[in-house]
Structure formats: C-alpha cells, structure tokens
C-alpha cells in the first residue's frame, strides 16, 4: 500500500527511482529529479498515505547516479 502511494507520488512529481519493502518491515526509497520536487515527495512521504502509518523516516541525499528511467515497485 505504501509502495503504490511512493510510486503514484513520485511519478506525478516527474522522479524517477525506486521503492521496496525491507524484511523488518520499513520501506526503502530512492529517488532522483530536481531537489524542490524531491523535498515535495519527502512532505508527501511523512505524512503517508491514509491506510499507512509512518513512524520515523530517515533521509539521505545523495548525487544522482543516472541509473533511473522511471519509478517503480521493486520486489
């Protein structure tokens, strides 16, 4: 459910990258595009979607590694 609410996020916003579940049950982001619309996703992402719960986020930015096509749901 929070995967799908990154991803929707994420590409609306123009990022491309990508979101998956962690056996311990957190979710790992990586995202790149311009900095202001990278933030914006971070706003979305704290708040979380309605059917989601986000206890603690922790954040990272790093240089872009042009890898990234698009943003999708990894397995």
């Known amino acids: ?4 609410f990154t991803q929707r ?3 609306s916003l123009g990022l491309v990258g990508t979101v998956k579940n962690l056996p311990d049950g957190s979710v790992f ?18 708040k979380g979607s309605l059917l989601s ?10 240089p872009a590694t042009g890898e990234f096509i698009n943003f999708k749901i990894v397995f």
């Open 53 to 62: 719960r986000v206890d603690k986020l922790e954040e990272k930015w790093l």
């Open 29 to 46: 982001v990586v995202a790149e595009g311009e900095e202001e619309k990278l933030a914006r996703l971070l706003e979305k992402l704290k």
């Open 1 to 4: 459910m929070f995967r799908d």
């Open 9 to 11: 996020k994420a590409k």
